[in-house]
Nanobody, 122 residues
Framework: QVQLDESGGGLVQAGGSLRLSCAAS????????MGWFRQAPGKEREFVAA????????SSADSVKGRFIISRANAKNTVYLQMNSLKPEDTAVYYC???????????????WGQGTQVTVSS
């Protein structure tokens, strides 16, 4: 069992930045990949970015490339999502999740956090 705890969400103006954190605990050695997803009101949950624990391989959605950076701190079992140049359309609940492969398919991720709200005002 893996527990995930997101933090760092909040309200920010367009063009601003936020850094989300996801701390993993429990049997984290089974969590080869950590991913971030988001869900805006009335929309389906969508892939944002993912990273492997060991190799540092990353993937991100086209909508956030050049603005969002995913990174990890293995010693802390923590993954970060640095979000820059935020836009109102980035407003959503952001979730972290664990999986076995880097993919944008949310069905491949087994454990999920409770989410953290990010609101970008125009």
């Amino acid at each position: 069992q893996v527990q995930l705890d997101e933090s760092g969400g909040g309200l920010v103006q367009a063009g601003g930045s936020l850094r989300l954190s996801c701390a993993a605990s429990g049997y984290t050695r089974s969590s080869y990949v950590m991913g971030w997803f988001r869900q805006a009101p009335g929309k389906e949950r969508e892939f944002v970015a993912a990273i492997t624990w060991s190799g540092g391989i990353t993937s991100s959605a086209d909508s956030v490339k050049g603005r969002f950076i995913i990174s990890r701190a293995n010693a802390k079992n923590t993954v970060y999502l640095q979000m820059n140049s935020l836009k109102p359309e980035d407003t959503a609940v952001y979730y972290c999740a664990t999986g076995d492969i880097i993919t944008d398919n949310m069905r491949s991720y087994r454990y999920w956090g409770q989410g953290t709200q990010v609101t970008v005002s125009s």
